[in-house]
């Protein structure tokens, strides 16, 4: 079955960047686009951007672009997402989802605080 | 960027109830597609390409619209239908969601 297994939770001070992974298991990984999406506490979802594992073709929501760097390790079936200069704006549920939107990762809780 | 509208922002409906949600995009788009989230957990697929349920997907939920009016129908409102709700466009980059409806159970 296909799974999407992110790390739960993630503590960093601001300033600072997190690289959150997503492993992909039980389809193709070259195949399907792996898209991220931002949940802020009580707010509602933000498209951040997606990959294309097959090709490491990337696109970015103009308003992450600064914010979010999109990358892959093929070879273990995993996507990456690093979140950089880190504010209390960026403490939020990020999720990887592929398969047209089909697959969610249970989603990264990252808390930025001193 | 599509921006996408939804309402009401909350709905209160009783069980058995139909209920209908709406989103409207600022522009039009091919298709919408709809996703349920309950508490705590991550947005699950209702419905793909505006009408077509996801499996596993009850049947009381449907999909419909075109261009810049979409809509979601529960025919007959259970106490598990109890989530927020949104619309999702990826006709045009950048992705966008509606900013969604909450449902309640009365």
Sequence with gaps: QVQL???GAELVKPGASVKMSCKASGYTFTS??????????????????DIYPGRGITNYNEKFKSK???????????????????????SAVYYCSTMRFAYWGQGTLVTVSA | QIVLTQSPAIMSASL?????????????V???HWYQQKSGTS??????STSNLASGVPSRFSGSGSGTFYSL????????DAADYYCHQWSSYPWTF???????IK
């Design chain 1, 68 to 90: 979010a760097t999109l990358t892959l390790d093929t070879s273990s079936s995993t996507a990456y997402m690093q979140l950089s200069s880190l504010t209390s704006e960026d």
């Design chain 2, 16 to 28: 058995g109830e139909e209920i209908t949600l709406t989103c409207s995009a600022s522009s039009s």
């Design chain 2, 98 to 104: 509606g900013g969604g409806t909450k449902l309640e």
């Design chain 2, 30 to 32: 091919s298709y919408m």
């Design chain 2, 73 to 80: 129908t529960i025919s007959s409102v259970e106490a598990e």
């Design chain 1, 32 to 49: 399907y686009w792996i898209n991220w999406v931002k949940q802020r506490p009580g707010q509602g979802l933000e498209w951040i951007g």
């Design chain 1, 5 to 7: 297994q992110q790390p």
């Design chain 2, 43 to 48: 947005p699950k697929l209702l419905i793909y």
